[in-house]
Nanobody, 116 residues
């Protein structure tokens, strides 16, 4: 599975951005998709995730501001009320399985910078 992200960029505090990720390849093996982010000097953390048959989950820091949605092989992240602490490289993630093994696929990352 290959993941290609789009969106991101520079936005002022309080602004909005939208990220999108399209999966290709063995998309039937995808059971979950979502977004992680990694700020400089910090570990990569989950932002929002959708697993088949369940409701989306969000990091506490983005609840009420970010909305994740999935349509087949595409997962999107609408980010509102952005703050400087949201600045990070955002990575698309897909959880893969054939019913017996599990693995992960990652996008190349897209930079989101929140600054005045």
């Amino acid at each position: 599975v290959q993941l290609v992200e789009s969106g991101g960029g520079l936005v002022q505090p309080g602004g909005s951005l939208s990220l999108s990720c399209v999966a290709s390849g063995s998309i039937s093996s995808i059971y979950a998709m979502g977004w992680y982010r990694q700020a400089p000097g910090k570990q990569r953390d989950v932002v929002a995730h959708i697993r088949d048959g369940t409701f989306p989950t969000y990091a506490d820091s983005v609840k009420g501001r970010f909305t994740i949605s999935r349509d087949g092989a595409t997962v999107s992240l609408q980010m509102n009320s952005l703050q400087p602490e949201d600045t990070a490289v955002y990575y698309c993630h897909a959880g893969l399985t054939d019913g017996t093994w599990y693995s992960d696929a990652w996008g190349q990352g897209t930079q989101v910078t929140v600054s005045s």
